[in-house]
């Protein structure tokens, strides 16, 4: 059971727009604590996607964005490209655990 | 170019030990935060210890604390995580990864480069 909580899969259409959230606690999302997004292809470690809630590293497209409210945070793709396909993960830290989580992961299906 | 490169994995016997590396290049290696992650097979990820840049500072999950010890060689550009008293549940693959955070803050921590990854199994 992951402190943080993401729904297990979504998928879309090539072109369309998804989201993936990330749903935590006041101790966690809601204490004000960053969320943070990872990629992870098949096969392969995971990449960073987003940070800072909303931030993107350099090389990663603008059809990914990322939010938060409250005691979520969302992971945006428009655009779907068939290469989305992939795991997607949220990160941030957790006061009661005093220590860093990740959500249980999303796997996303391109269709 | 940051590389991150993990050694050390590999089977063990329920209640041994085993030493992960991670040798590290394209970064001012003293300057970061080091993580270890792993991923059990089939599963998601799991946040297992992170070291400050000096080495003065460690931080450990609830699940590993007591039995793995992170620790650096910041002169060999080297990350390792000794492990103790494995168990069945420890198998995974262990990441390094090299930590930053968007202020002084530990708790904006995040993982901005990953290694490949290093297997291990623990089983009789």
């Known amino acids: 059971q992951s402190v943080l909580t993401q729904p297990p899969s979504v998928s879309g259409a090539p072109g369309q727009r998804v989201t993936i959230s990330c749903t935590g606690s006041?101790?966690?999302?809601?204490?004000?604590?960053?969320v943070h997004w990872y990629q992870q292809l098949p096969g392969t470690a995971p990449e960073l996607l987003i940070y800072?809630?909303?931030d993107r590293p350099s090389g990663v497209p603008d059809r990914f964005s990322g939010s938060k409210s409250g005691t979520s945070a969302s992971l945006a793709i428009t655009g779907l490209q068939a290469e989305d396909e992939a795991d997607y993960y949220c990160q941030s830290y957790d006061s009661s655990l005093s220590g860093w989580v990740f959500g249980g992961g999303t796997k996303l299906t391109v269709l | 170019e940051v590389q991150l490169v993990e050694s050390g994995g590999g089977l063990v016997q329920p209640g041994g030990s085993l030493r992960l590396s991670c040798a590290a290049s394209g970064f001012t290696f003293s300057s970061y935060a080091m993580s270890w992650v792993r991923q059990a097979p089939g599963k998601g990820l799991e946040w297992v210890s992170v070291?400050?840049?000096?080495?003065?500072?460690?931080y450990y999950a609830d699940s590993v604390k007591g039995r793995f010890t992170i620790s650096r060689d910041n002169f060999k550009n080297t990350l390792y995580l000794q492990m103790n008293s494995l168990r069945a549940e420890d198998t995974a693959v262990y990441y390094c990864?090299?930590?930053?955070?968007?202020?002084?803050?530990?708790?904006?921590?995040?993982?901005?480069?990953w290694g490949q990854g290093t297997l291990v199994t623990v089983s009789s």
């Open positions: 070291i400050s840049g000096s080495g003065s500072s460690t």
């Open positions: 990864a090299k930590t930053a955070s968007r202020g002084a803050a530990t708790w904006g921590y995040y993982f901005d480069y």
């Open positions: 800072g809630n909303s």
């Open positions: 006041s101790s966690n999302i809601g204490a004000g604590y960053d």
